[in-house]
């Protein structure tokens, strides 16, 4: 006599194409035809199935089903593999925070105006070396590491970027590794000596660009209340030019600005960029707090977005829409999340005064603080004050079918909400499904079609990034 089975958890996504079952806990997808799709609706009412009296006709579905882990024993006990803690993991990423401070005013600005609400404050060169020297050599056995220069606005700090960049070359040739830089910027201050030293290290740039005029001169004036676009355009073309990386632009939409996504993505394609990422702001205050109709409609700017990806590859091109590359790029390669996120988990950033936090977001936050350049990082602090945050978060997420891919959220937007805006747990989940949920019917359309498979080496090299 056969075991008997139950359903691991998954969920059925139908499409313009053949049904979708997504396994939870692996994050594998199976497409099923029609007569699979009766066969498994038929089947998926009862809790328990008992191999040996399973008709001859639907023996061959349920042996797919069961190939797949969506059909398991019975008797199997489910086991989370241990979770990766803070100091387990050598440090891959180190985001730089070269200048707190910053020549704009943007209306949505986490960092308030760049200085992380202290007095603006410059990283001195010679931390700036010893930070880089600092995640060489404690990247383990890793053979390449990031380093980010970020702010506030990092072009006010040329003196730092420039040693820290040449410190972090000289340093990873003597012990034979190589590191990968990039910077985040306004890009209001690019000269052509600035876009030469980038081109010139191969500085990967995400360029804050929040669309045409008329939105990004609203979101990010400059302090005299004067909008930035006209300055950023002047120069994106030197910057773009024979730039030997990809320049990406980084958009930040407020709520009454998520059904413009379309409009924004358009505009910056067309102004040469590389590619386009566009992130809904992070609410720093109740007046960024987006209805459910705004939501909705981000979410219909997106799924507009990847039906167009999916049209363009078919015709074999690759449409430069970020969100879902990388997307794509994770379902491809089935990568599931243990934690969040990299912070505190081999990804760390350094303010202008050399104190360590787990995220550049968390900077300026005194009790994320965890350590300096001189005392090293403080994984003890880290877990200490991370731990407090998700407290019970595995259990509300567990029972979530997007556990695999979210596994909890962004902690800095996760701290704003719960314990600066004092919302309840979960109020971005409906969001973070429905995109993924997106992702998912995107990423069945291109397999159908084989599409998937011409453009699997660069979702492969996205992801493991
Ligand atoms: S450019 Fe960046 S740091 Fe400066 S105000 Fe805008 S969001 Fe803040
Ligand atoms: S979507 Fe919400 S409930 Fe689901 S894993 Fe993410 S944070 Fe948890």
Not at 79 to 101: F, I, K, M, W
Not at 252 to 267: A, G, K, N, R
Not at 340 to 353: F, I, P, Q, R
Request: net charge neutral.
């Amino acid at each position: 006599m056969e075991q008997l089975l139950t359903w691991a958890d998954h969920r059925v996504l139908g499409g313009s194409g053949d049904p979708i079952i997504f396994a939870v806990d692996d994050a594998s997808l199976f497409s099923l035809t029609p007569q699979a799709h009766e066969t498994l609706c038929k089947w998926r009412k009862s809790r328990l199935v008992d191999p040996d009296k399973v008709p001859l006709a639907d023996q061959e579905v349920l042996e797919g089903l069961r190939d797949a882990r969506v059909l398991v024993p019975a008797t199997r006990k489910k086991h989370s593999p241990p979770q990766p803690q803070p100091g387990q993991v050598p440090l891959s990423t180190l985001v730089l925070e070269v200048a707190q401070d910053c020549n704009l005013r943007c209306t949505y600005c986490y960092a308030g105006a760049g200085t992380y609400g202290a007095a603006p404050c410059l990283l001195d060169p010679e931390t700036a070396r010893q930070a880089a020297r600092y995640l060489l050599d404690n990247s383990g056995d890793q053979k390449h590491v990031s380093l980010v220069f970020f702010g506030g606005e990092p072009l006010l700090n040329m003196p730092a970027v420039e040693a820290a960049a040449s410190e972090a070359i000289s340093h990873a040739d003597k012990i034979d590794k190589k590191v990968h830089f990039s910077l985040t910027t306004n890009g209001t201050l690019l000269d052509a000596e600035i876009i030469d030293f980038l081109h010139d290290n191969q500085v990967s740039v995400a360029l804050s660009l929040d669309g045409p005029r008329h939105i990004h001169d609203r979101n990010r004036p400059d302090k005299k209340g004067d909008g930035s676009y006209a300055q950023i355009v002047s120069r994106l073309g030197l910057l773009l030019q024979d730039s030997p990386v990809p320049v990406a632009a980084r958009v930040t939409l407020e709520p009454d600005q998520w059904d413009s996504v379309v409009e924004v993505f358009d505009h910056l394609v067309r102004l040469g960029l590389h590619e386009v990422g566009i992130a809904p702001v992070s609410p720093v205050n109740k007046a960024l707090l987006p209805t459910p109709a705004q939501e909705e409609a981000l979410l219909q700017g997106f799924g507009l977005l990847a039906g167009r990806f999916v049209t363009a590859a078919r015709k074999g091109q690759v449409m430069p829409f970020a969100n879902i590359l990388d997307l794509l790029g994770r379902l491809h390669l089935g990568q599931t999340k243990q934690a969040s996120c990299g912070a505190g988990l081999g990804y760390m950033a350094v303010d202008a005064k050399g104190q360590f936090f787990p995220c550049h977001r968390l900077a300026g936050e005194a009790n994320f603080k965890a350590g300096n350049l001189a005392t090293g990082i403080n994984s003890d602090k880290i877990k200490l004050e991370l731990g407090a945050l998700n407290r019970g978060r595995d259990r509300s997420c567990s029972k979530c079918w997007a556990r695999a891919f979210c596994a909890g959220g962004c902690h800095y937007e996760n701290y704003l909400r719960e314990n600066q805006l004092g919302l309840p747990r979960g109020t971005s989940c409906k969001f973070i499904r429905g995109w993924l949920d997106i992702g998912i019917q995107t990423y069945a359309e291109l397999r159908t079609d084989g599409a998937i498979e011409a453009m699997g080496q660069r979702l492969a090299q996205r992801a493991q990034c």
